[in-house]
């Protein structure tokens, strides 16, 4: 059984920094591209920031600069680093992964950004 769980939302204020986990389980971990796509209340899920297999990265523009996507192979965990946030960074922060077609989501997890 293939799980995603992610763990790390909260509430921040602006300016502040979040790390989010997401611990996979039931899948050969290093051989599939990790993802974090968020959705805002009344908006459509998008694509946060990607990780391959490799360790390329790709990030959406409204994040780039502040937000480092990383894995650890040995702890089969992708992470999210999130800095200088900003109110509009508040959604569901949802993991998925993926390979050769198959695609994985976590449950997701809460972050709000708000003084």
């Known amino acids: 059984q293939v799980q995603l769980v992610e763990s790390g939302g909260g509430l921040v204020q602006p300016g502040g920094s979040l790390r989010l986990s997401c611990a996979a389980s039931g899948i050969i971990f290093s051989i599939y591209a990790m993802a974090w796509y968020r959705q805002a209340p009344g908006k459509q899920r998008e694509l946060v920031a990607i990780?391959?297999?490799?360790?390329?990265?790709n990030y959406a523009d409204s994040v780039k600069g502040r937000f480092t996507i990383s894995r650890d192979n040995a702890k089969n965990t992708v992470y999210l680093q999130m800095n200088s946030l900003k109110p509009e960074d508040t959604a569901v922060y949802y993991c998925?992964?993926?390979?050769?077609?198959?695609?994985?989501w976590g449950q997701g997890t809460q972050v709000t950004v708000s003084s």
């Open positions: 998925n992964g993926r390979w050769q077609g198959r695609t994985y």
């Open positions: 990780i391959s297999s490799g360790g390329s990265t």
